[in-house]
């Protein structure tokens, strides 16, 4: 059951929400139970799979004298969370690219509201868990920075 604090017109209301089957909600508010009938049926968020990248094969030597800055192993880094269940509406970034931190890398739609996630540190994408059109829960890892 989620509880949420509301102030109206300087009325403060306490509201519980319990069970939703398809458009009918278990409302109550400040002790007060209703029945809520929805405009659709709400979709139940389930959870993004995450899917390993296969293991990098060995390279060759690098044949100048200069040594190249390693790359990150696909996946490995620093995991972007979702802080609140939701769904994908855009992918900001891919595989590859350098973000900063606080650079909009998803949005999230939650609750008829569009939400930036940022990155949380400078560094390369070095995997995208996620697609457009994915209904995420809280806590789901998106991207991974490296």
């Known amino acids: 059951m989620s509880k949420y604090q509301y102030k109206v017109n300087g009325v403060d209301y306490t509201v519980e929400i319990g069970e939703i089957e398809g458009t009918i909600a278990q409302v109550t508010v400040n002790g007060k139970p209703f029945e809520v009938e929805l405009p659709e049926p709400v979709k139940t968020p389930v959870r993004v799979k995450r899917v390993e990248a296969p293991a990098p094969s060995a390279a060759p030597a690098p044949s ?83």
């Open 64 to 146: 100048s004298d200069r040594a190249k800055k390693p790359k990150a192993a696909a996946g490995s880094g620093t995991k972007v969370l979702a802080p609140l269940p939701g769904t994908i509406t855009e992918l900001k970034v891919s595989v590859g690219d350098k973000v900063r931190k606080g650079d909009t890398v998803i949005v999230l739609e939650a609750m008829k509201m569009q939400n930036n996630i940022e990155a949380e540190c400078d560094g390369t994408i070095t995997s995208v868990l996620v697609s457009r059109g994915d209904t995420v829960m809280e806590g789901a890892a998106l991207v991974t920075i490296g």
